[in-house]
C-alpha cells in the first residue's frame, strides 16, 4: 500500500524568506514519481515540481527544489524567497511508475506567507 | 490552448438525490481521472478513463459512476446522495502512459 504523510497541517514564513514543507512517503515499489501541488482557494491543483526515483539529482524549477532522500523516503519541497503569492495549500503526490492511472496524496500543508 | 473545464464549479443537492459532475479534458489528451477531496483533506482516486472504459477505480461504492464519451468529457454521477458526499469533485486529464496530468478547478458540491 501506498501512504504519504504530511507531518505539518500549517506553515508560517515571513516574505523573501525561505521555507522547507516535509513530505515522507511509504511504499514497496522501486520505480515511482513523486510530485508537489499547489491549491490555492480557487481549488485547481497547480503542478509545481516533479522526481523521479531514479533521479540522482534532486529537482529544480525556479524558486521550488525538491530535496529528495530515497533512503529516509523522504522529499520535501523547499521554496526560496517565499512571496504573497505562495499563500495556498500544497500537497505532496506519489504515483508508481508502472501505474500512470492514479496518485496518492498526503493531507496537504497550509502555508501562509506573511508581509 | 483550455485547461480542463470543470462544469458547474457549486452545486447544492439534496441527500437521496442525484449528481453528474462534468468534465472537458485539455486538448489532446484523451485520458480523464475523477477525485474527491473531503474538506482538509487530500484527494483521494475515485477512478479514471480512457477509451470510453472505466480503466481503474479507488475505493469507492457503486454509487459512483462514470462515462467518457467519444470526444474524450466525462461525467461523474452520483447516486443516493449522502452528506458525506460533500466535497470538492477534481478532474485530471493526460495523455496516456505520459506523466503530465492537467487538474480542473473543480466542482464543490454541497449535500444537504
Known amino acids: 500500500a501506498q501512504k504519504i504523510t504530511q507531518t505539518q497541517p500549517g506553515m508560517f514564513v515571513q516574505e523573501k524568506e525561505a521555507v522547507t514543507l516535509d513530505c515522507t512517503y511509504d511504499t514497496s515499489d522501486q520505480s515511482y514519481g513523486l510530485f508537489w501541488y499547489k491549491q490555492p482557494s480557487s481549488g485547481e491543483m497547480i503542478f509545481l515540481i516533479y522526481q523521479g526515483s531514479y533521479d540522482e539529482q534532486n529537482a529544480t524549477e525556479g524558486r521550488y527544489s525538491l530535496n529528495f532522500q530515497k533512503a529516509r523516503k523522504s522529499a520535501n519541497l523547499v521554496i526560496s524567497a517565499s512571496q504573497l503569492g505562495d499563500s495556498a495549500m500544497y500537497f505532496c503526490?506519489?504515483?508508481?511508475?508502472?501505474?500512470?492511472?492514479?496518485?496518492?496524496f498526503g493531507s496537504g500543508t497550509k502555508l501562509n506567507v506573511k508581509p | 490552448d483550455a485547461g480542463v473545464t470543470q462544469s458547474p464549479t457549486h452545486l447544492i443537492k439534496t441527500r437521496g438525490q442525484q449528481v453528474t459532475l462534468r468534465c472537458s479534458p485539455k486538448s489532446g489528451h484523451d485520458t480523464v481521472s475523477w477525485y474527491q477531496q473531503a474538506l482538509g483533506q487530500g484527494p483521494q482516486f475515485i477512478f479514471q478513463y480512457y477509451e470510453e472504459e472505466e480503466r481503474q477505480r479507488g475505493n469507492f461504492p457503486d454509487r459512483f459512476s462514470g462515462h467518457q464519451f467519444p470526444n474524450y468529457s466525462s461525467e461523474l454521477n452520483v447516486n443516493a446522495l449522502l452528506l458525506g458526499d460533500s466535497a470538492l469533485y477534481l478532474c485530471?486529464?493526460?495523455?496516456?502512459?505520459?506523466?503530465?496530468?492537467?487538474f480542473g478547478s473543480g466542482t464543490r458540491l454541497t449535500v444537504v
Open positions: 503526490a506519489m504515483r508508481p511508475l508502472y501505474n500512470f492511472n492514479k496518485f496518492y
Open positions: 485530471a486529464s493526460s495523455l496516456t502512459h505520459r506523466k503530465g496530468y492537467t
